[in-house]
């Protein structure tokens, strides 16, 4: 059959999904993220932010379903994201990793991809 994807390794849906509330409840409570949000309500954002990792992780593919083309960067334009941004963001999904108890190289393979992607998200430099 086919390969087993890093989605289904390490737990699906349910690995996910914490994941993603865990790193939401960090942002509801973060003075640098919270302002950023246009919207009172985080559902939705991260009803998006879930659909999004799973289907990169190989899960289903529901975030291009409903939202076309990621373009991640794009849709980060309208919101200023620099240095404390992205240490803020990685702050919180820091916490969000960690209790998820991946194994270890699961773990640093999510890490790594978290830095990164952040990294890439930043449009001003102070
Ligand atoms: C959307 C902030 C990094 C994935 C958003 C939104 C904000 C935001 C304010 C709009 C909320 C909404 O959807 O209503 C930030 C900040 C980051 C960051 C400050 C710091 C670096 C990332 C990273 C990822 C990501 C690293 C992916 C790994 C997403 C996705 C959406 C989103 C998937 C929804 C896009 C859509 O409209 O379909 N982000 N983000 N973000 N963010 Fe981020």
């Given at each position: ?14 690995t ?20 950023l ?47 404390l941004?992205?240490?803020a963001?990685?702050?919180?999904m ?31 430099s102070?």
């Amino acid at each position: 059959g086919r390969p087993e994807t890093f989605y289904d390794a390490v737990g699906g849906h349910e690995t996910f999904a914490a994941i993603v509330h865990r790193f939401y409840q960090q942002v509801a409570e973060d003075p640098v993220l919270r302002p950023l949000y246009p919207e009172e309500d985080l559902g939705p954002a991260e009803q998006r932010l879930l659909m999004f990792l799973e289907q990169y992780w190989g899960g289903p593919q529901t975030y291009s379903h409903q939202r076309g083309h990621p373009r991640l960067r794009m849709r980060h334009g309208p919101f200023p994201i620099g240095p404390l941004e992205r240490d803020a963001w990685l702050r919180c999904m820091r916490v969000a990793v960690d209790e998820a108890d991946l194994p270890e190289e699961r773990r640093r393979q999510m890490w790594d991809y978290f830095e990164m992607a952040a990294t890439s998200m930043m449009n001003k430099s102070w």
